[in-house]
C-alpha cells in the first residue's frame, strides 16, 4: 500500500476511535446504560476511555499492519483488505451510539 492510503486508514481509524468515545460519552450522559461492562465504569470519562484503548488498538493496528503487508505480498493490491475489515468493526459502535441517541431525543 502506498503511504498516503496508510497515512488516510490511520486517520480514519483515529476518527472513528474519538467518535466512539465522544458518542459513548454522550449516549452515557443521556443517562443510558454503556452495554460494555469494560467500558461502563469509565463511560462518562473520555480520557479514561482513551487510556484504557490506546493498548488495544496499537495492538489491533500492529496486526492490521502485519496482515495488510503479508497481503500486499501475495497479492498486490489487496492490503487494503485487512483495512476495512478493522474501519468497518470502529464504524459500528458511534453509528449505533447515534442511531439509539437520535431513538432517544425523539421518543
Not at 454503556?34 to 463511560?43: D, G, K, Q, S, T
Not at 495488510?68 to 485487512?82: A, D, F, N, Q
Amino acid at each position: 500500500m502506498k503511504l498516503k492510503t496508510l497515512l488516510f486508514c490511520f486517520l480514519l481509524l483515529a476518527g472513528l476511535l474519538a467518535a466512539d468515545i465522544l458518542t459513548t460519552v454522550w449516549f452515557w450522559s443521556l443517562g443510558m446504560p454503556e452495554l460494555n461492562p469494560a467500558i461502563a465504569p469509565i463511560a462518562g470519562d473520555p480520557l479514561a476511555q482513551l487510556q484504557y484503548k490506546i493498548p488495544f488498538v496499537a495492538a489491533l493496528l500492529v496486526g492490521v499492519l502485519v496482515l495488510s503487508r503479508g497481503c500486499e505480498r501475495l497479492r498486490p493490491g489487496s492490503g487494503w483488505g485487512p483495512w476495512a475489515v478493522v474501519l468497518l468493526m470502529f464504524a459500528v459502535p458511534p453509528i449505533w451510539n447515534l442511531a439509539h441517541i437520535a431513538a432517544h431525543h425523539w421518543m
